[in-house]
């Protein structure tokens, strides 16, 4: 899928609270991606909705969760965990767990409910492109998986 296509997608979901993205093909099963209006709102917000930075971020979940290798390493794209346990505790994980899974926040909810699963087994991740990283969570179903991404980071580091 090219850019263009991700673009025409992000168009025809434009209003929704949460929504279905596309669903890519992986070397470690389908991810389902969907989107929220949280991410929306942010990436309005700092003006990079729909930019190529954005779209090729999205573009980089077709790379799939790598059981073998979960955790983020220099230069890799692709989807990674968000681990609470790493330090120095970065903007990343203050943006997925301060702001988001550890209050009370009714999208938690909504997401948890849709996927069939307790709050508390979604996984926390973000999708690492050159130019910035989507953050979202995990929700595993069997082979498959739904990656609803509810943030962004651009910061370095």
Not at 1 to 28: G, W
Not at 142 to 151: H, K, R, S, Y
Request: with cysteine; hydrophobic share 45%.
């Amino acid at each position: 899928m090219d850019l263009a296509e991700l673009e025409e997608r992000l168009d025809a979901i434009e209003d929704a609270e949460i929504a279905e993205l596309v669903t890519f093909p992986t070397p470690f099963g389908a991810v389902t991606v969907w989107i929220t209006a949280r991410l929306r709102k942010a990436c309005r917000k700092r003006k990079i909705w729909k930019s190529p930075g954005m779209l090729t971020a999205l573009k980089n979940a077709a790379y799939g969760l790598d059981p073998a290798r979960q955790r983020s390493r220099g230069g890799a794209d692709g989807i990674f965990l968000l681990d609470r346990a790493f330090r120095p505790e970065n903007e990343m994980m203050r943006k997925v767990f301060d702001r988001f899974l550890d209050k009370p926040d009714p999208l938690v909810t909504t997401i948890a409910t849709t996927f069939g699963v307790a709050p508390d087994v979604l996984s926390p991740v973000r999708v690492v492109s050159h130019h910035m990283r989507l953050l979202g969570v995990l929700a595993t179903q069997g082979a498959a998986a739904q990656l609803v991404l509810v943030d962004y980071d651009d910061t370095e580091g």
